[in-house]
């Protein structure tokens, strides 16, 4: 098929969408077989590296034939929608929420203004009033940005946090997240001004918690010093283990120093809407403002974070700005994106949110959370019974870490074991079932199985045990 015209008729547009879609269901369809990590070797991947670097010609091609080539491209990658998915946080790729974004993309509503497009707006609204209140606790009048991921949510939020708690005096500033936090934190940080020496790295507990009894002693010498600690960052789920640090402790104490204190809930937020989820994410609904990663544990597409705040004032005071081409441009019946954030033109994100979240409805995330919970302790049960491995920690979340016990306690034995680990990863990825990872944890070689693919389910985790186990009897 060639369709040179940039405006095809409804004809052209339905076959090219057909043939697009069957491409779509045939990959998906074929998500169960395809092997978990990229089975391609290194010289095919470095051809069609090579081959993808081309420029675009002159005159067009066949669809047909750009779809294949598509493919291979698509081939050539860690299978993140599959169900042997188990290694890093984001995974997903609901089927809806694509038709969402097609939609999104066709009908192309201008997003950084709510006066442009309100109901579009008030659809945006509608689901960070939810992720806000419904799923975070938080009061009512709070609300927030759709973000492209977590990153940017921690910075937008640690930008508001120093407007409101710095002014423009950032040389002392100081910021305490802990040694478990994810590294977007410091990054955030750093992007927002504060100096890289102000960012303090609180221990963690034997359990891997934020210590808050060393963070008041941190915050307190600092203060002691001349310095202003102004932000406070804790984590509800990290990256490594799924930990959820002491959310009502911190919060106490974030409130008593007088410190912003904000939540990176980015992996572990949205397990709030189970009954296990909310009990272990308690303290929660005491954050400033909270980072949430739909495209992690709502299982949306890649590109996909948000940032919910108590009070958007403190956003649109730090990012607010205007220029004389948007003096026809009044306010909507809802917030603007462009004044929250660092962007102006903003796509609208919350569709391919609000289109599952009706379609399916809550209780359909729900459950899938919910069996995501079931898996992972099922995991720690059956890996915590096989001999030759010792699981250190019982999950709060839906990510398990495992590591291969060494022969006695001397530092030998530890590197020994660790030697062993890094084997044992590498074959149980062999298998090309599952996709495992790895992480260093009290300076330990680790391996983590985190399920958070909405595709996963019992018969797939039950197979990677398997094949753990038969592989550890062999390291
Ligand atoms: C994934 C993750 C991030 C970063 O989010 P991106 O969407 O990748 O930018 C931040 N914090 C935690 C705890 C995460 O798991």
């Not at 891997?208 to 310095?227: F, K, N, S, V």
């Not at 398990?400 to 990825?429: K, S, Y």
């Amino acid at each position: 098929m060639h369709p040179s015209s940039l405006e095809p008729d409804s004809r052209a547009m339905r076959e090219m969408g057909d043939l697009v879609l069957q491409h779509v269901i045939a990959r998906t369809e074929r998500l169960p077989s395809r092997p978990a990590t990229n089975a391609h070797p290194p010289a095919a991947v470095a051809d069609l590296v090579e081959s993808f670097l081309e420029p675009p010609p002159a005159r067009g091609g066949d669809l047909g034939d750009l779809l294949s080539r598509l493919d291979e491209a698509a081939d050539c990658a860690l299978e993140t929608a599959g169900p042997g998915h188990l290694s890093y946080v984001p995974g997903g790729g609901l089927y809806t929420a694509a038709l969402a974004e097609f939609y999104t993309r066709a009908t192309n509503r201008y997003g950084g203004f709510a006066l442009v497009a309100p109901a579009l707006a008030a659809l945006e609204e509608s689901v960070l009033r939810w992720f806000a209140q419904g799923v975070c606790g938080l009061p009512a009048g709070s609300g927030g940005l759709m973000t492209s991921g977590g990153s940017m949510a921690t910075f937008s939020a640690t930008v508001a946090a120093r407007h409101d708690r710095l002014g423009e005096d950032l040389a002392t500033g100081t910021v305490y997240t802990c040694a478990s936090a994810h590294h977007s934190v410091a990054k955030a940080a750093r992007l927002a001004g504060i100096r890289a020496a102000n960012v303090r790295t609180v221990p963690h507990t034997a359990d891997q918690r934020m210590d808050p009894e060393a963070t008041a002693a941190m915050i307190r010498a600092d203060r002691a010093a001349g310095l202003r600690p102004f932000l406070l960052v804790a984590t509800a789920g990290t990256t490594d283990t799924g930990t959820v640090d002491p959310l009502p402790a911190l919060a106490e104490l974030a409130r008593a120093e007088d410190l912003w204190f904000h939540v990176d809930a980015a992996y572990g937020g949205f397990f709030a809407l189970t009954d296990r989820g909310r009990r272990r994410l308690d303290g929660l609904a005491a954050a400033d403002s909270i980072t949430l990663d739909p495209h992690k544990t709502l299982f949306l597409p890649f590109g996909t974070g948000a940032l919910v705040v108590r009070d958007p004032a403190t956003l649109r005071a730090a990012h607010d700005g205007t220029g004389s081409y948007l003096q026809d441009i009044g306010a909507g019946g809802v917030p603007d994106p462009a004044r929250l954030g660092p962007e102006l033109t903003h796509e609208i994100r919350g569709l391919r949110a609000w289109l599952p979240l009706h379609l399916h409805g809550v209780d359909a995330f729900r459950a899938a959370l919910d069996e995501k919970l079931d898996l992972a302790e099922h995991v720690h049960d059956s890996l915590s019974a096989v001999a030759g491995l010792e699981v250190p920690l019982r999950p709060d979340l839906s990510t398990v870490v495992f590591r291969v016990r060494p022969r006695d306690d001397t530092p030998a034995a530890a590197r020994e074991a660790d030697g062993a680990g890094r084997l044992l990863l590498e074959r149980i990825n062999a298998h090309q079932r599952v996709a495992l990872s790895s992480t260093a944890l009290d300076g330990r070689f680790t391996l983590r199985v985190c399920v958070v693919s909405h595709r996963t389910h019992h018969d797939r985790v039950t197979e990677a045990l398997k094949i753990i186990a038969e592989e550890a009897s062999r390291v």
